[in-house]
């Protein structure tokens, strides 16, 4: 059995898992295959291969859809209800933070998803746009969370505000998400003490940083994928986002050019260019 952890990293090289000391492995194995496993970790253990270099971190997804959960944060019900707030849509994100069932959306195929390094979009029809750092749990074809990413649900913030039915034009289109660098593989659940960091660039200046902890969620991630997987069947697992707690103001909005860095320890940094 590997170690809790590990870091499995999809590289330009193959597939490399990365242990606590620091020691690379090679994996003669298919992707999807991993999320298609009963027991991933065990999977992965039979499978490793020789030290090897562990390349380029290239985005960590195969036939994986990605799913994205909104209003789990109280910062996040807050930004909701004051985008959509002339669109008489506020009363909507009040109720879902409240409510039984959470909100689900769908975020990405995987040709939309961009990796480490790799440039995130902002829509030429939209004029206020910000990233959404959140933990992205990777989770195997029979429901069970086995190890954990860091994503960025791109959003565009005035569609979305226009009319809560745009939230797909708002969420998804080409470029609109990044994952990486790693998938942090673990059976337990991370400490509710862990923290995630946002800082975005302009230039050499930080125009906007942030920090959130998992303990601010109202959800947790075994309920999120629950909700997911009653009527859903995912053949080569999924991603799932949990939302986010960090929302620039109003007035801040993405240009091309920017850098985003979202951190969470011990998972690494996710690094993207913004591009249109």
Known sequence: MIENGSRLFKSD??????????????LGVEWDRIFQSESPLSFIANHLGEETDPGIAIAPIGGQEVWAAGVTYYRSRDARMEESETAGGGDFYDRVYSAERPELFFKATPHRVRGPNEPVRIRHDSKWNVPEPELTLAVNAHGKIFGYTIGNDMSSRDIEGQNPLYLPQAKTYDGCCALGPSIYLSEDPLPSSTEIDLRILRGESVLFEGTATLNQ????????????????????????????????????????????????????????????
């Open 13 to 26: 090289g193959g597939l490399v898992l990365v242990t606590p000391g620091g020691v690379s492995h090679s």
């Open 217 to 276: 969620m109202k959800r947790t991630p075994v309920e999120l994928v629950e909700f997911l997987y009653r009527e859903n069947s995912f053949p080569k697992g999924c991603f799932l986002m949990t939302g986010t707690g960090i929302v620039p103001e109003s007035d801040f909005t993405l240009q091309r050019g920017d850098e985003i860095r979202i951190r969470i320890d011990p998972i690494g940094t996710l690094m993207n260019p913004v591009s249109d």
